[in-house]
Nanobody
Framework: QVQLVESGGNLVQAGGSLRLSCAAS????????MGWYRQAPEKQRELVAT???????NYADSVKGRLNISRDNAKNTVYLQMNDLKPEDTGVYFC?????????????WGQGTQVTVSS
């Protein structure tokens, strides 16, 4: 069982920056992938960014060039650096870890951290 704890969410003005952190209970170097997702009010949860174990990253088109995901395996923590924030970035940001055990893929989610961007 993997536990994930997000932190770093806050209220920020448009154009500002935040850094979100996701601390994992296990060794993230063994995880297949870690990622950040967000959910705005009355909308479905959507992918923001993912980082695979091999180093490949993937971003939603709406955040490319502004947000950056990184993994610190020594600290078992994944970060999301968020720059030039826009009001449409507002939402609850969730961390997800994907592991494989006995050929079966498992997803674990954190509780989320609120990001609010004012115009």
């Amino acid at each position: 069982q993997v536990q994930l704890v997000e932190s770093g969410g806050n209220l920020v003005q448009a154009g500002g920056s935040l850094r979100l952190s996701c601390a994992a209970s296990g060794s993230i170097s063994s995880f297949n992938a870690m990622g950040w997702y967000r959910q705005a009010p009355e909308k479905q949860r959507e992918l923001v960014a993912t980082a695979a174990r091999g180093g490949a990253t993937n971003y939603a088109d709406s955040v490319k060039g502004r947000l950056n995901i990184s993994r610190d395996n020594a600290k078992n923590t994944v970060y999301l650096q968020m720059n030039d924030l826009k009001p449409e970035d507002t939402g609850v940001y969730f961390c997800k870890a994907t592991t494989t055990s006995w050929g079966r893929s498992n997803d674990y989610w954190g509780q989320g951290t609120q990001v609010t961007v004012s115009s």
